[in-house]
C-alpha cells in the first residue's frame, strides 16, 4: 500500500515534500502524507519565479480549510516556473499530488544537496517511525 | 430514546435560505424621516457635484413587518445559550442575566455622548471607578483601565505594555514566551506588537515544563504569557516559582483571564506574581456573547506597570462635597490610545451589574460551583460507555473546565470527534470546544460553567453515553450527522477556495 | 442576592460522592497554600436585583445623557435615532446569547447577518470585500494600517490631521508596536492639500490615511488624494462617516483601497462610547490580509444553501503568530444592529438623510456665522458637521450653554490648538430647524456675556 503512495523515482524530505530530478532541473511537491494532514487544500501562494529559494527553509504556503503548512525547498534552487494550475485549482495537490500537484520546477543550484533527502523506503519508514512516537 | 431537537423540521427552518436583500420591492420602505424644515438651497451649492454620489447604495426595500419576519425566522435558525447546554470550552457560557439588558437601556447610561463634559457624568465616572476597584479586588493587582474591548484588545495591551517598561529602562527584548497550550490570541497579540513567539513546552502533569521554561527564560525575553488553570483546565502548582524564574530575567508575567472563572474570590493572579492581567467581561461576568461580540477587555497591572496604562483614566478626588471623579489624559509614560473614546461602557455597566449582585462571596461561591460542576460533569463521562472512549489525559481534579481525547473513540469506533460534535446538534445541545488545545488528540474542551443544574449535567453526559452506543452499531451515523438541523454538514473547503463574501447586487 | 446557581444541599452530597471526595474545597488542593486568598474579596455584599436596580438607576441620574439636552455634540458618535424595532431583534436570545459560531449548522441565523451585514457595507463603501466587524472606529484605521504594512512592508505612515484624534492616536500606540511610524499632515483651508501630501509621500510611505468627511466636517477631494498616494505605491485608506455615504461619493469609487469607519450612528446606542463596531471593506487584492472574521456563502451536502466562517487561516486560531490580527470577539451584535438599520433606513431612506443633514447643516452654518462673535473656520462643502470660531472661552461657553439646556458641541482646542476657540457643532435628523434656532439664540445671549460692551455706546444710553 506505501509503495502506491510514494513513488520509488523520487526523492523525499523530512517535511513531507518530495523532489523529482529532472537533469540540472528538479521539481518539487508535497506527499500523500502531507496532503492527507492537511486536508483539502484551498489556497497555494507560490514563490515568484527567479526566487532563490534554500534546502530546509520554507518557501511557501498551502492552506486548507482549518490549517496553514509551510512547505520546505527539499534542496537548494532558483524558481524556473510555478505551477499555475495548483493556483487556479488548489485540489489538485489532493488529488494528484505527485503528477498534476506539483509545486515548483527549479534549476538546482547545489546539486549534491540532493544526497541528504531519502529514498522511497528510508522515507516510508520515517513516517511509520512518526506513526509510532 | 430517540435524539430530541428545538431544529424541528418545519417548513419554517428548512426552507430556502433568502436574504435581506432578497426580499421587499421596489417603492417599499420602513423609515419616515422628518421633512426639511429649514429654508432649501440648490444641491450644487451645498455639494459640487465631484463630491456627490453617482448611484444610490442597493439598500433593501422592505418594510417594516418584512425586516422583523426575516430576523425572527433568522433568529429560529440559532442556538443560543438561552436554549440549551453550551459547554463551550474557554467561552465560559454562563447564564446572562437579564437585569442587565434593563439597567443598561437606562437613557441616562445608554444615550451619554462620550464627550459629555465629566461634571455632567459623574454616575458613569463613578460606575467605572467602582467596576475598576472590584476588578482590582479580584486581579490582585490595584492599577485597572477599562479600555480594551475584548480579550485579545487586553493582550495587545498588555504586551505593548510590556515593551514600553522595558523601553523606559533602556532595555531591548525581542522575545515572548507562550505555552504550547496557549490560546491562538497569545502568539498573534505577540507579533502584533513587534515581538517574537518562542514556546515553552508542557509536562506530564499539564502543566509548564519548568527545565523548558529555565532554558528559555533569557534576558532576551520580554514577557511570559500564561493562563491559570491553563486551557487544559488545570491549575499550575509550580505557578510561583514560574513567577521567580520570569521575574529573575526581568521579564514581566502576563496573565490571560480567560479561566478566571475558576478562581474568583479564591486565588489572586497577583499573589501568584503576575504583572499584568487581562479580563473578559465577556465570560466570567455575564456580558452576553452576542454571536461574536460585543465583549470587552480591562486590564488590571502592578505598580511598576502602571505609569505606562493607556489613556484616558478615571480619577477620583475627594472634596468638601463628596467624590468628584474625571478623565485624565496627562500621563507621561502612557502608551497611549488603544481605541476611542473610554471603551465598550455599556458592557460595564452589565458586569457592574453582576458584581453587585454578587459581591465578593457571590463570586467565590460562583467558582466554587464552576469547579465542582466540571468536576462532577468529569466524573459522569468517565462511566462505562463512555469513559473507554472519551479518555481523561491528566488523572487529577480539573479546576472550571476539564479535557477530553477522542483519540481511542476515533481507533475504536470510528467516529472523530468532530463526528460526536456534529451529533450532538441532533440532540439540542451545543458542543464542547474540539481540537482545542492543539497538544491533545481529537481533543474536546468541556466548560459547564456555575449556572447548570446538576440535571442538566447528567442529561449531557447520557447523550454522550447514546452516541457512543448508536456508534458501536453505525458509526455511519454520526458520521453523516447532523440531520435535524436548518443546514447539514456545509462545504467549507469550496467556501474557502472561491469564497463568496457578500451578495451580488 | 442571586448567583444564578441551582445547588441545593442534595445535589452537592450526591455530586460530591460521585466525584469522590468531601468538599469542594478538596478539589482546590492544586492550589498552593501561598496563593490561596486568607481574606474574603474586600467588595461590598450582594444585593437583590431591585436594590442593584435602584443603584444603576442612581448612577444614571447623575449623567446628562442626550435626551436631558439639545446636544450638537458630534466629533466621532451621533445622537441619530435608532428605531425600535432593532432592539426587539437583537435581544432576542437567539442573538444575544450565543458564541462565535463554530458549529455553522446551528448558526445560520449569526452567519447570514454577518453576510448581509458584509454585502450592506460594500455597497455603501464602493469595495467588493467586507469584514464581519471590528471593534469601532479609531482602531479599525489602526488594523487598516496594519493590513497595508503586510501587504507593502514599508514603515511609514502619512496622516492628514482631520483624521479623528483618537484614530491617530490609537494608530501612534499600535504602529509603535510594529515598528511603524506615523508623520502627520496639516489641513490647509479646512481640508487635506493633494500638493502637501504629496509632498510628504515617498517610498517610505506605506499607506496614507483620509478622514471622509473630515474632523471638522469637510469634505474631502479623495480622488486627488488618493492619485497621489498611488504615484509613489501606497495604500489609500479612508475613515468614512457611514450616514454620509448616501450622498457621497463611495470612497471606493474614488480610489480607497481600505474604507473603515465608525458604525456607532448605524442603529447603535451613544453607551458613552460603546460597544458600537468597526466597519473594514477592501479592494479583493486585501481579502487574504484583513483581520477579523468573514462570513461566506456555500452549499451543504444536500445542496441547501448556507453559510460559514471562511477564510479561517487568517485568523489567529490557526495560524497563531502569523495572523493577520488576534481578533477573537469583536462587535456581531452590534452590526447586525446596523444591517437591522440600513434595512429600515432602505435605499431610499439613506439619501433622503443625506439631502435632510445636508440642509439642515447649511442652515445651521449660516445661523451661526451671522452671529457677532462667531467666524466660520473654513467654509469647504459639509454633510453634517462644521466648525466655528468662538470670540470667547469655549469651554465656558458650552457650559453656560448646558446650563440653558443646549449643548452647542465640542471645544476643538485642546485637540487641535491651531483653532483657539473652535467649535464643532453636528446636526443629525433629531435636530430641527427649532433647534438649530434655539442653538442660534443661545449662543447669542451667551456670548453676549462674554463680550466688553463698548464704552462710547454705554454712555450715550
Known sequence: ?133 | MSPSTDFAQTAQQREAARTIFERGAPGRRASHLPDIDVPTRPRDELLPSRFRRAQAPKLPEVSEPEIVRHYVRLSKRNFDLDSGFYPLGSCTMKYNPKLHERAAALPGHSRLHPLQRPERAQGALELMWNLQHALAEVAGLPHVSLQPSAGSHGELAGVLLTRAYHEDRGDARDIVLTPDTAHGTNPATVTMAGYRVVGVGTNADGGVDLDDLREKATDRVACLMLTNPNTLGLFDQNITEIAEIVHDVGATLYYDGANLNAIMGISRPGDMGFDIVHFNLHKSFTQPHGGGGPGAGPIAVSDRIAPYLPVPLVSRTETSVGPVFDLVGDRPKTIGRLRGFQGNYGVFVRAYAYICSLGGEGLRRASEVAVLNANYLRALLRAPGVGEYLVTPFDRHCMHEFVVSGGPMKRELGIRTLDLAKRMLDFGVHPPTVYFPQLIDECLLIEPTETETRETLEAFAQIIQEIMAEARSSPETARNAPYTTPVRRLDEATAARSPILRQPL | MSDYTSLTPEDLATMLATIGVDSIEDLLGAIPADVRMRDPLDLPAGRPEQDVFAHLRELAARNTSADDEVTFLGAGMYDHYAPALIESIILRSEFLTPYTPYQPEISQGGLQAMFEYQTAICELTGLPVSNASLYEGPSAVASAAYMAKLANGRPEFVVSRGVHPHARQTLATVAHGWGGRVVEVDLREGVTDPADLAARLGPDTCAVIIQQPNFLGAVEDLTALTEAAHATGGVAICSADPLTLGVLEAPGNQGCDIVVGEGQTLGNRLDFGGPSFGFLAAASDHVRRMPGRIAGETRDVDGRRGFVLTLQTREQHIRREKATSNICTAQALNALAGVIYLAWLGRKGLPELGELMLQRTAYARARLAALDGVELVHSQPVVREFAVRLAAPVDAVIAACQDRGINPGFALEHDYPEYPGGLLVALTEQRSRGDIDRLADTLADVLSMFVTPVAGAEASR
Open chain 1, 1 to 133: 500500500m506505501a509503495d502506491e503512495l510514494y513513488p520509488e523515482d523520487l526523492r523525499y524530505h523530512r517535511e513531507h515534500d518530495w523532489v523529482r530530478l529532472e537533469g540540472n532541473e528538479a521539481v518539487f511537491g508535497i506527499t500523500w502524507f502531507a496532503q492527507d494532514a492537511l486536508g483539502e487544500v484551498v489556497f497555494f501562494e507560490p514563490p515568484a519565479v527567479g526566487a532563490l529559494l534554500s534546502a530546509d527553509t520554507s518557501y511557501g504556503e498551502l492552506e486548507s480549510v482549518k490549517a496553514v503548512s509551510d512547505i520546505y525547498a527539499p534542496a537548494d534552487g532558483e524558481v524556473v516556473a510555478v505551477n499555475d494550475g495548483v493556483v487556479g485549482s488548489p485540489e489538485l495537490v489532493n488529488s494528484d499530488p505527485y503528477g498534476a500537484g506539483w509545486l515548483v520546477r527549479v534549476r538546482l543550484t547545489n546539486p549534491a544537496g540532493l544526497d541528504a533527502l531519502m529514498d522511497r523506503d528510508a522515507y516510508v519508514a520515517y513516517l511509520a517511525g512518526l506513526d509510532q512516537a
